[in-house]
Each structure stands twice: as C-alpha cells, then as structure tokens.
C-alpha cells in the first residue's frame, strides 16, 4: 500500500480540471509519487551525511532535486524550522504551513528603505612572490592574532586565556634556502665593502643572475634600511644607488611591487640636505645619479602608474622653492625635474627661473672662496643645462616633425634678444645660457616663455 493516499492524487487531479478520475490512474500515480519521493529523500540523507548533519534540511531536498535535474523549491528557506498546523476536514487530518496575514495599511505607511548602494569592485594583491603587502585590504598581523586567538579559545571551549602564551605564526611563511641565504649575506657584504672589484661583481650578478625574485623583497629592505642609516656617507648612498640600477636592469625580476619603497631612497639621496660629511666631497655626481634613476623609473613604469610622475614633480617643485631648504636640496631638485623632460622645464623650471636666481642665487655668487659660492654655482650651471636641455630637445622635435627652419648665422643674436632672454630668465642665467647658445633660432623656446 501507498503511504500518498489516492483520494489526495483524485482531489489535485480535480482541482487541475480532470473530473471523475479512474481509481486505477489514482493508484499507480500514488505508487510513482511515493518512489519519487522516497528516491529524492535518500539523495538528500547524502548531501545531510556529506555536511556531517544529523538533520535534514530544505538546502539538502533542493541539492537532491538538483542532482535529478528537477526544478528546486522557491519559498522555502532553512533558517528556521517550519512550524505545520493541524485542522481536520471530511474527518480527515490536514497538516499545513501558516501564514502570516499582512496588514496592507502598515506596509504602505512603512518608510520607504534606504536606496542600496551600488556594485563596486576593485583590485589589489593579496599576496605577490610569497609576501603577503601591509595594505587596508588585507588583514594585518594583529587581526591575525585576534582572529587565532578566537579559534583557539571556541576549540578548547573557554572565554579565559590566562597566562598562557600564544605563539602566533605569520600570515605567509616564507622559507629561503641555504643557498639564498648565503647569496644574500654574500651579496649586502659586497655591495658595501671598500673593494671596487667585489662591488661590481655583485651588482653584475644582481644584474644578470636568474631565480633571485624570492630574495627580492630582502634588497629592497636592506636597501631602504641603508640609506637611512647612511644618509651621510657617500659611498654607502652611491652604493645602494647602484644596486638599485642592477635590480631594476635585471630582465628575471618583477619590481613593480617595491617601487613605492625604491622612490624615497632614490629622491632622499637627491635631494637630502647633506650626503656627505665634508661639503667639499663631489656628492653632486651622486645627486645626478639618482636624478637619472628617478627618471629611468618614471619613463619604463609612467603608464603602469600614471600618478607616480605627478607626485614626483610636486615633491621636487616643493623642494626647489622652498626658501627654507639648502642650496644642496635646491641642487637636487632641478636636476631632477630637468630629468622628467622638456615639458616639466617648460612648465615648472622656466617660470621660476628668474624669482629663483634672483632671490637665492645672487647673494652667495658673490662670496668669493666660500663653499656657498660653489653650491650656488652648481645650481646656476645646473638651471643653465635644464634650459639648454629644453632648447635641444625643442630643435630635434621640430627635425622630426620636418619643420626645421633655415640654418642662420652663429653669431646673429642682438642686444634686442639679449634683453629679452634676460628679461625672461634674469640676467644670472641669461649670461651663462647666452655664453653657450649663440643663436637666435634656438632662443625661441625661453623667448616664447609666459612667465
């Protein structure tokens, strides 16, 4: 005998439009709906079995529905146990879910939700070469802690930790072998040694060595940690300067990750207010270095990050006319900006030129024999290379576009365009830049300047 009764298959048929249907129909279909339904019970004791469940659930009759390609259950959730009730009717007991009843008036006067707010997504790393970066997005140690300490304590069933102390693993283990280790305290003692040949050993082997990239992350800490330490002593500076130069040459690494801890060692050995201990020391050339580096990181990473130049130029633009801040730092910031092109001198160099020679450089140039004298000298004759940069990439743009003008004579400037291109740019750098540029045509670039 059936457990679905016929009389029930008889009532849904009529209540489908089919009148009068044979007793015979109502019991074969109660057999094939009482086999349906024990088949769909056991596929759902799996999915209970498999979850480590003791009871069944409506997720459990959806999933065996599923497995038999049957349309699920709408409107049936298991977050909470269905209450069933129980009326009587032709004698017979009815088991049926309740519904609530709804007052139409209270759901019109609700106010109204809050409008959700919009889908967004954005990217980030959660791990790059094993190491797990410090940003908002991911979890940081202290979290790690917290969410451990949690588990442990929902483990062992006890609000109380005492005195017990947790030993709290890192997020992302990372294991070095011997040999990288060796590599690496090989490598920090070469770069920093006094022996020439030892430091260009190690900055070719940084250079060309392949299977360095789980070291990476450990230079650029060594690196950062070194300038810092070593802010006045040159050698270290230049040193770390140029083992930067090998790693970012290197075609095995991915550097892009640690730019943002590259670029304040770079711009600090540019413009820091002294590098060396005595001022007579050639840190210029330093200087100059870094300036190239900074510009080489912006040229070959510019598009990746395109707010990266931006925040250099203001960086370097604050640092060269800030009056506050030594000839030194002065020095670095405009070779640094004559690095980043002819359209940063145009627009940043050359409307300050005038104010900056005026105002800073003119009192020290006439302190004869006095290391004022040389610092203030090296930053005329490095504004005078800026400006001569901007005329020669200027001239080589327009032989490229084809619309190079007729050679004229090299001696064919007047004192009508001497006056102007002093009036522009002050007598200070005008005299130097007039002494090295002879020709009229070249001018155009500082005498079309809006100052």
């Not at 483990?155 to 017990?164: K, L, P, R, S």
């Not at 590599?183 to 070719?204: D, G, K, M």
């Not at 707010?307 to 070779?335: C, N």
Request: hydrophobic share 35%; charged share 25%.
């Amino acid at each position: 005998m059936s457990i679905w009764p016929k009389d029930t298959v008889r009532s849904i048929a009529e209540s489908c439009g089919i009148t009068n249907p044979k007793d015979d129909y109502c019991t074969a279909l109660a057999h094939d709906v009482d086999y349906r339904l024990q088949e769909i019970i056991q596929e759902a004791t799996k999915f209970m079995r498999h979850s480590k469940r003791s009871r069944l659930t409506v997720d459990d009759i959806n999933a065996a529905l599923r497995v038999r390609n049957v349309e699920p259950l709408y409107g049936f959730t298991s977050g909470n146990p269905l209450r069933f009730k129980k009326t009587t009717a032709n004698m017979n007991d009815i088991y049926y879910v309740g519904d609530e009843e709804v007052d139409f008036d209270t759901i019109l006067n609700k106010p109204l939700p809050r409008v959700p707010l919009d889908v967004t997504f954005t990217a980030h790393w959660l791990a790059i070469e094993g190491v797990q970066p410090a940003i908002p997005q991911n979890p940081t140690p202290s979290d790690a802690k917290s969410d451990l300490l949690s588990k442990r304590l929902k483990a062992n069933g006890t609000n109380a930790v005492g005195n017990e102390q947790i030993d709290v693993k890192p997020l992302v283990k990372h294991v070095l072998s011997k040999e990288l280790q060796l590599y690496y305290e090989r490598i920090t003692e070469a770069v920093v040694s006094e022996e020439e040949r030892l430091r260009f050993q190690a900055y070719e082997s940084l250079r060309s060595d392949p299977g360095l990239h789980q070291l990476l992350p450990y230079f650029v800490q060594f690196i950062v940690e070194k300038v810092k330490q070593n802010l006045r002593n040159l050698t270290v500076c230049e040193s770390m300067l140029c083992m930067i130069q090998a790693l970012l040459s290197s075609p095995h690494l991915f550097v892009d990750p640690y730019l943002n801890q590259l670029m304040p060692a770079i711009i600090s050995c540019m413009v820091g207010k002294r590098i060396c201990e005595n001022p007579k020391d050639d840190h210029w050339s330093v200087r100059d270095f870094a300036a190239r580096l900074m510009a080489l990181v912006c040229q070959r990473y510019g598009k990746s990050y395109h707010t990266m130049q931006p925040r250099i130029t203001k960086t370097l633009l604050h640092a060269f006319l800030d009056v506050k801040k030594p000839i030194t730092t002065h020095y670095g910031a405009i070779v640094g900006l004559s690095q980043l092109g002819r359209e940063v001198i145009r627009t940043v160099i050359l409307p300050n030129t005038k104010a900056y020679a005026d105002n800073i450089l003119r009192e020290p140039l006439q302190a004869d024999g006095t290391i004022r004298q040389l610092e203030a000298s090296k930053c005329r004759d490095a504004l005078t290379d800026s400006l001569l940069i901007l005329i020669e990439e200027d001239k080589q743009a327009q032989i490229d576009s084809g619309e190079e003008q007729a050679m004229e004579d090299l001696d064919d400037v007047d004192e009508a365009t001497k006056a102007s291109v002093k009036d522009t740019i002050g007598d200070i750098i005008g005299e130097q830049l007039l002494l090295k540029c002879k020709q009229k045509s070249s001018l155009t670039p500082i005498l079309e300047a809006q100052v």
